[in-house]
């Protein structure tokens, strides 16, 4: 797959970068013809800071406690933080000492925070980060988490979103569907590729992708 690679460059800015790879691919909830590869920007300390200096900008304003951080984002959560809290004089979260956590996955797929780390969420404004956004269920899933701890959703963010907002909160993303314009989600039973019995080339997820 790596001799398809496309670099693509953030709109937001020229320093950011992904890899995106055109095919037909499935994902626990739908088929796509891109997999949209942020394995550097969660991975290096750099690129990762760069990321979350730009996304931090969409909240300078908004006040956060704690940053819930899914489909390893917890570099970019933790740099977004540091970013919120030395952000200026005119930053509401200046000074603030903001949480990182990541939920744990039960055997029944349901997030869930343990007894230790359910202060560091209850009762507090959260920023939710993920990766990638296509259908918008992992977000929806994770907003019943955050409410089930009693925690107040002030805010979601992305690498990568294919929709603008889920529940009605806007999602700030690094890449969007600008960045991709013939970028397609289809359900299972109506894959334009399946229909045409185009083999699938990679499951893929927030680990990355294992091919076919």
């Not at 994902?27 to 969660?42: A, G, I, P, R």
């Not at 797929?109 to 343990?114: G, P």
């Not at 009605?168 to 894959?191: A, N, V």
């Amino acid at each position: 797959m790596n001799t398809r690679a496309i670099e693509l460059h953030s709109e937001k800015s020229n320093r950011i970068e992904i890899k995106i790879y055109p095919g037909h691919f499935s994902t626990s909830h739908s088929h796509v013809n891109y997999y949209v590869d942020m394995t550097e920007l969660k991975s290096y300390s750099k690129k990762a800071q760069r990321s979350a200096e730009e996304l931090a900008k969409y909240y300078s304003s908004t006040p956060i406690d704690c940053i819930i951080c899914l489909e390893g984002t917890r570099i970019v959560g933790a740099y977004t933080a540091e970013a919120l809290m030395h952000a200026g004089v005119a930053s509401i979260n200046r000074d603030a000492d903001i949480a990182i956590v990541t939920p744990e996955i039960n055997m029944n797929n349901q997030m869930m925070f343990r007894d230790n780390l359910q202060p560091l969420l209850w009762n507090k404004r959260v920023l939710l980060m993920v990766a990638s956004v296509t259908t918008g269920k992992t977000i929806a899933r994770a907003s019943k988490c955050i409410q089930y701890y009693n925690g107040q959703l002030a805010g979601i963010c992305a690498l990568f979103s294919a929709v603008d907002e889920v529940e009605g909160m806007p999602i700030h993303s690094l890449f969007t569907l600008k960045d991709i314009p013939d970028y397609r989600i289809y359900s299972p039973h109506e894959c334009e590729y399946c229909k045409e019995n185009k083999k699938i080339d990679a499951m893929v997820n927030s680990y990355g992708y294992t091919k076919f």
